[in-house]
């Protein structure tokens, strides 16, 4: 199995970035996509990102132009780094993981980490 611990939530500002690591640790496939789905109290789990195994990128309309992904394959690790947060970025951000070829929905996830918090008020 696959193991994901995230990190890096903070409580930020408005026009703040921020960025958020994932560490994926035991079994791993070298063909998953990794991402970050977010959740917002009373919402539904949401897609925010992934990345391919060929570093491909895809990103939700509402982070496209802020948010950018990326992974290190020798650290095991997908990175999330969000530039000019707005109020409605606050949520829950979760890490996952998948050994299909993409990961737009919850239900391509295999693996999810615990989830971090980013908090954007002012």
């Known amino acids: 199995q696959v193991q994901l611990v995230e990190s890096g939530g903070k409580l930020v500002q408005p026009g703040d970035s921020l960025r958020l690591s994932c560490v994926a640790s035991g079994r791993t496939f070298s063909s998953y996509a990794m991402g970050w789905f977010r959740q917002a109290p009373g919402k539904e789990r949401e897609f925010v990102s992934f990345?391919?195994?060929?570093?491909?990128?895809y990103y939700a309309n509402s982070v496209t132009g802020r948010f950018t992904i990326s992974r290190d394959k020798a650290k095991n690790t997908v990175s999330l780094q969000m530039n000019g947060l707005k109020p409605e970025d606050t949520a829950v951000y979760y890490c996952?993981?998948?050994?299909?070829?993409?990961?737009?929905?919850?239900?391509?996830?295999?693996?999810w980490g615990q989830g971090t918090q980013v908090t954007v008020s002012s």
């Open positions: 996952a993981a998948t050994s299909k070829a993409e990961l737009t929905t919850t239900s391509e996830a295999d693996y």
């Open positions: 990345i391919s195994w060929g570093y491909n990128q």
